[in-house]
């Protein structure tokens, strides 16, 4: 099946450890995208790839940090600068920057 | 900021049509809106997009006035499973910002 998967669904960690969360997608997209969400809240935007080897900061880039080595991986990691990492972290692709994005289930982090 | 206005919660009778408004009276000209629902503790679903002329596809229907300044999404036969929150978003395809702004959305209860 064709889709985004994001590991682990749920994921805890001490404060001040740095954690990676992964986001792969087998839909042959350009785009990938980052965002954040807090309880009753739309989503934000952290960080977006437009292509491979590419990426640009989205409107709370700080305390985090992305790699796009590969089409298929945009993995995320949310550093200890990050004040308040405990959220629902989405990841979404696009078959390029203009088209309709799809969603993975997210991971939900909790820092103790 | 969102560019969007949607009511923050409605209720619908199952099997019945649930209309959900969207105000973008500063809507660019190319600048489509498109909608999105999220089920609790899920990743975002695309629904449909627009411009200007009405579009519909398997899950709804989207009808943008004449004027684009408001829109409403129809889902013809609400089903529990449609219970979520509603994103209505603008956005310019072809831009260099290709990014989604959520806001707060409708939380759309369907009872039985």
């Known amino acids: 099946d064709g889709g985004i998967t994001q590991s682990p669904k749920y994921l805890f960690r001490k404060e001040g450890q740095n954690v990676t969360l992964s986001c792969e997608q087998n839909?042959?997209?350009?785009?990938m995208y980052w965002y954040r969400q807090d309880p009753g809240q739309g989503l934000r935007l952290i960080y977006y790839s437009q292509i491979v080897n590419d990426f640009q900061k989205g409107d709370i880039a700080e305390g985090y940090s992305v790699s796009r080595e590969k089409k298929e991986s945009f993995p995320l990691t949310v550093t200890s600068a990050q004040k308040n990492p405990t959220a629902f972290y989405l990841c979404?692709?696009?078959?390029?920057?203009?088209?309709?994005?799809?969603f993975g289930p997210g991971t939900r982090l909790t820092v103790l | 900021d969102a560019k969007t206005t949607q009511p923050p919660s409605m209720d619908c009778a199952e099997g019945r049509a649930a209309n959900l408004p969207c105000n973008h009276s500063?809507?660019?000209?190319?600048?489509?809106v498109y909608w999105y629902r999220q089920i609790h503790s899920q990743g975002p679903q695309y629904i449909i997009h627009g411009l200007k002329n009405n579009e519909t596809n398997e899950m709804a229907s989207l009808i943008i006035t004449e004027d684009r300044k408001s829109s409403t999404l129809i889902l013809p036969h609400a089903t529990l499973r449609d219970t979520a929150v509603y994103y209505c978003?603008?956005?310019?395809?072809?831009?260099?910002?290709?990014?989604?702004?959520f806001g707060k959305g409708t939380k759309l209860s369907v009872k039985p």
């Open positions: 978003i603008v956005r310019v395809a072809g831009g260099s910002q290709g990014n989604l702004i």
């Open positions: 979404a692709s696009s078959r390029n920057f203009y088209n309709e994005q799809f």
């Open positions: 839909l042959n997209h350009d785009a």
């Open positions: 500063t809507i660019s000209g190319n600048e489509y």
